[in-house]
């Protein structure tokens, strides 16, 4: 057998001695840590091939995930951008349509760079001419830049290099474009650059430059009249903005318009105007235009309506509002003059499509529930008509699902609500198989999304299970300051509750209970087994922040602290270690079953925190419960591996929960729609 012995580092922090027994898994490069992901995927591999019938579960995953999808429609004029995914394609390519003719184009296919290559669109010029298109490596967050002559279908041989993009912004008559860029490890000034089409990087020159300091960004952003740069910086340790004007025919002559600006409001530029768009509770209203030397004007008030997010057109204003359970469209004018509610489908989450730097009126939004994959429809303000513009194929045979919406009593007496989800051919909700998730944090609220991974379990007789915690936004601002910061507790606790709620209520037992989350949920999944880990029986933990004693140390992770906390405030550390999950592994505790996921490309939640609780939790002799790590160079925080890899990933972790709960996988999933 291979041991990984611990090698303990201390650190005394704020007068408390802190141990780290696997800091050396921190080293990506070394060699010790090389052979320590090579036997954590040999281990896991030997797992799986003792797990019953995954072939008829990759068949099964595979009918989902492989089906043909569209993704970021944009429109300009007569002219449709998008992704377009064929079925069986391992990515979405670039794609135009005319709509006059319906024909459609291939613009661009990451295929040219390998199946991990993927793509995305950052930017479309107004009149449909010029596109800047996002290519990313795995599920790094870095991405480069490059450019298309969409009526030549034309890549320009220009591009920026692996970074954050920061906003691009072309010239008017096509020549080149502004940039705001920030490229990986880079340490110099912020700066916004001007790059003329067929000259070398070399010659691009700076209209904008602002220190570095922090977590400090440089925005850039435009509409036909005016530049923008949106600066954001730390301030007494809150994150503040400046917000500066510049006009397209003189771009060097910048003009602070507005300064100190709380991080949550956002300024717009549009038709020449300055718009400030203010969401959490930044300020009473929702939208506000700037006019300078006169009192600002409200366009949008809040009128205690939780707003998610507004899109300034060119003739309309749209709105994105939340009841703490279902969004809602409104339309206003630009004079902000209310006029009417957008008729969306219910029972599920409504998200607006970004429209990526065209002002074009049309509306594309998207809508999914726990039944049904995301559709996107098309809103016309004109004719006030709404037409489905593409739906993702549902290849279920088993039947509409059956929620029920409950509260449940909190550790400090809180009523939480919390959704049961059950296929309708198993009503009784009595001692059944449960997987339970939440997020609990940013101000996110959960809300009924489609999953594979949850339809697929739904079929072979589990209940969902998503608890509405604080920290979320189910309740507004209250219910996420709730549990933010020192108080980051009480969402663990909401959720551990849930638990309780649901073994008290006969509708499972410990041993018929999993629970799964990815990057915030991931944390939320590893304290609750930490701190309860006689509560369930097996855990998915997906890309999370695991120490916390340090988590802050890591990558872009102090843009956090204010959700957090900072470790380097005495009364945020002992909070932060309170709970750290690292922190509370007990030598003398079986834990439950546990599957962590985590891959290099993962610049949001370093990967070293899960290697560091992998190896904690396997090095103890107490440990019965098979502790397993899936682990690889390409696999990110954000979405982009290739479907093949997608489709053996999740198969893998429907395995897991399978076996370590007791649920039979059918020969066939033909069986499963059969027997219904």
Request: proline share 5%; hydrophobic share 35%.
């Amino acid at each position: 057998m291979t041991v990984f012995p611990p090698q303990t580092t201390s650190d005394v922090i704020h007068g408390l001695t802190v141990s780290d027994p696997y800091r050396w898994l921190e080293d990506r490069n070394s060699s010790a840590t090389q052979a320590w992901i090579e036997h954590q995927r040999e281990t896991y591999g030997h797992y799986l091939a003792g797990c019953d019938r995954t072939d008829a579960l990759r068949t099964r995953v595979h009918q989902f995930l492989s089906m043909e999808e569209f993704q970021q429609p944009v429109k300009t004029g007569d002219r449709l951008f998008y992704l377009h995914r064929k079925r069986d394609g391992e990515q979405a390519r670039i794609c135009r349509m005319d709509l006059n003719t319906g024909g459609e184009r291939m613009l661009f296919d990451p295929a040219i760079r390998g199946i991990f290559a993927s793509v995305q669109i950052h930017q479309v010029k107004p009149d449909g001419s010029l596109l800047a298109f996002e290519v990313a490596d795995g599920g790094s967050d870095a991405k480069e830049i490059h450019f298309l002559d969409t009526d030549k279908g034309v890549v320009f041989p220009e591009y920026l290099a692996s970074g954050r993009p920061r906003g691009i912004v072309f010239f008017s008559d096509n020549t080149g474009f502004y940039y705001g860029h920030d490229e990986v490890n880079d340490t110099s000034a912020h700066s916004i650059r001007a790059h003329r089409f067929g000259e070398g990087q070399e010659e691009d020159w700076v209209i904008l430059s602002m220190p570095r300091v922090g977590i400090s960004k440089l925005i850039v952003m435009a509409d036909s009249v005016h530049l923008g740069a949106l600066y954001l910086h730390e301030h007494d340790g809150e994150i503040m903005s400046d917000f500066y004007l510049a006009s397209r025919t003189v771009d060097t002559a910048w003009k602070l318009v507005a300064a100190s600006l709380p991080a949550a409001s956002v300024p717009i530029l549009r038709h020449g105007r300055i718009f400030l768009y203010s969401h959490g509770d930044a300020s009473n209203e929702t939208l506000v235009e700037l006019c300078p030397g006169l009192p600002q004007k409200t366009l949008i008030p809040k009128n205690g309506v939780t707003v998610q997010s507004v899109s300034i057109r060119d003739k309309y204003l749209y709105s994105h509002h939340f009841d703490g359970y279902e969004g809602s469209l409104h339309v206003w004018n630009m004079a902000g003059e209310y006029l009417r509610a957008i008729r969306t489908p219910s029972g599920g989450t409504i998200r607006p499509c970004l429209p990526y730097g065209s002002a074009d009126d049309t509306l594309f939004y998207s809508h999914e529930s726990f039944d049904s994959p995301s559709t996107i429809f098309r809103y016309d303000p004109e004719t006030t008509m709404t037409i489905q513009w593409s739906a993702r194929e549902c290849p279920t045979k088993s039947g509409s699902s059956t929620s029920l919406r409950s509260t449940y009593v909190a550790k400090d007496g809180t009523r939480i609500p919390i959704t049961l989800v059950t296929k309708s051919h198993f009503p009784a909700l009595r001692d059944r198989f449960v997987i339970m998730t939440s997020y609990g944090g940013f101000g996110v609220a959960a809300t009924p999304r489609f999953s594979v991974l949850v339809t697929i379990l739904l079929e072979l007789g589990a209940v969902f299970v998503l608890s509405h915690i604080r920290g979320g936004a189910e309740n507004g601002t209250r219910w996420h300051e709730a549990a933010r910061g020192k108080n980051r507790q009480v969402s663990f606790d909401d959720f551990i509750s849930a638990a309780e709620w649901l073994c008290g209520e006969g509708i499972t037992d410990p041993k018929k209970l999993a629970i799964f989350g990815g990057s915030n949920s991931g944390l939320l999944v590893a304290v609750a087994m930490t701190q309860r880990p006689d509560l369930f029986r097996a855990v998915l933990c997906i890309a999370a922040l695991l120490d916390m004693a340090r988590y802050d140390h890591f990558g872009r992770a102090r843009k956090w602290q204010k959700e957090y906390g900072a470790t380097d405030n005495p009364e945020d550390f002992f909070a932060l270690h309170s709970y750290s999950p690292y922190h509370h592994v007990k030598e003398t505790v079986d834990y439950p079953s546990t599957l962590l996921v985590s891959g290099d490309q993962d610049d949001r939640c370093d990967p070293s925190h899960s290697r560091k609780m992998a190896a904690l939790l396997q090095g103890r002799p107490i440990q019965r419960n098979p502790i397993l790590m899936d682990y690889t160079s390409e696999r990110g925080h954000a979405p982009g591996l290739p479907l093949s890899v997608r489709i053996d990933a999740l198969t893998f972790r429907i395995a897991f929960l399978c076996r370590e709960l007791g649920i039979d996988i059918p020969r066939s999933f033909e069986d499963v729609a059969i027997s219904l």
